[in-house]
């Protein structure tokens, strides 16, 4: 502060306290890797941008309206944060639209694009993955499912989705939004998939994992990405795809298992930028990997991290956590 601002305050003190607006942060870069300098300049701020949320989730930058959305998964609503305005309502409901109260996560989690544009939520109440049938700048909860079951039984709770170049469509279907989870009598497939949705058919990738949660491809499209969100296998998973779209190397792209016994989090949502290197959320804040799962840094954040948004070229990074919503603006 100025000497000539901090003389006017003080003159004020008697009509008025003297107050500066100071960003709220709540975490800092860790640097492990000198590569980590071409994709983060300096020693950016976790700028909180948006708080008291139940559990934020899934969020997706809209480059063309500016606007960041993200999910309250709880409470069942989808928020829009632009700059200008700040976090406002978007949608509601957006994950269970039914009439009977829910008692477990209803909400929408994992949010993405299509092609052309349309939002795509992964609807833990419905159980379902599927598409807004309204434009982005006049949203309505009008609903057309994309996926909601697979070989004649209901998905769990769908999750977190990704798309391919080619228009198909990957999503993980935990047992989250089921009110007891995996012990819930609701549940009707006996396991926790991988899935992927071609021309209108659902078909499985893998059933091998616990609790299944972000997803991406790498870049390439060759290599399917899937974070697993159990305490006790901690891991990050690859497998590689082949014509056919059946596995070929299934392997732990990065064991995190033990970082999740003493830091908040676990592996869940992330993002690939375009020159492969992967932001996800997992214990103790954003991992920053390469392609070969080498750990370039961290964003370490005080709260649990649930998925993550690049935008502005991959210049800025948007991170739910808990209550909070973020911005690290990674280089200019």
């Not at 909180?48 to 949320?53: A, L, M, P, R, T």
């Not at 419905?126 to 434009?135: G, K, L, S, W």
Request: net charge negative.
């Amino acid at each position: 502060m100025s000497t000539k601002l901090f003389t006017l305050c003080l003159l004020s003190l008697a009509v008025v306290s003297c107050k500066t607006t100071e960003m709220k942060t709540i975490g800092t870069l860790e640097r492990l890797d000198p590569a980590l300098d071409a994709i983060i300049t300096g020693n950016p701020a976790v700028e909180v941008i948006g708080e008291g949320y139940k559990w934020s989730e899934g969020p997706v930058w809209i480059e063309q309206q500016k606007m960041l959305l993200f999910s309250d998964v709880p409470n069942n609503i989808v928020y829009q944060w632009t700059e200008d305005k700040g976090a406002t309502v978007y949608l509601t409901p957006s994950g269970y639209t039914g009439s009977v109260p829910h008692p477990g996560e209803s909400g929408s989690n994992g949010l993405t694009l299509t092609s052309d544009g349309k939002l795509v939520l992964c609807q833990h109440g419905d159980r379902r993955v599927a598409v807004m049938d309204a434009p982005l700048d006049k949203p309505e909860p009008k609903f057309v499912a994309l996926a909601d079951g697979y070989d004649g039984k209901k998905l769990n709770s769908p999750n977190d989705a990704a798309f391919r170049s080619n228009g198909d469509l990957f999503f993980t279907d935990p047992p989250y939004g089921l009110p007891k989870q995996a012990d819930d009598s609701m549940k009707e497939l006996p396991f926790q998939g991988v899935f992927k949705v071609s021309n209108g058919v659902v078909s499985l990738i893998t059933d091998s994992l616990t609790r299944p949660n972000g997803i991406a491809f790498l870049k390439g499209e060759k290599t399917l990405l899937v974070a697993n969100s159990d305490p006790a296998k901690a891991n990050w998973y690859a497998f590689d795809l082949d014509d056919n779209d059946a596995v070929t190397n299934a392997r732990i792209f990065y064991n995190a298992t033990e970082n999740a016994k003493t830091e908040k989090g676990l592996p869940d949502g992330f993002k690939v930028d375009k020159q492969g290197n992967i932001f996800a959320t997992g214990p103790g804040g954003v991992w920053i990997f390469n392609a070969d799962g080498k750990v370039l840094g961290k964003i370490k954040i005080t709260e649990p991290t649930s998925n993550c948004a690049l935008a502005d070229d991959d210049k800025t990074l948007y991170v739910t956590a808990n209550m909070y919503v973020v911005r690290i603006r990674l280089r200019n």
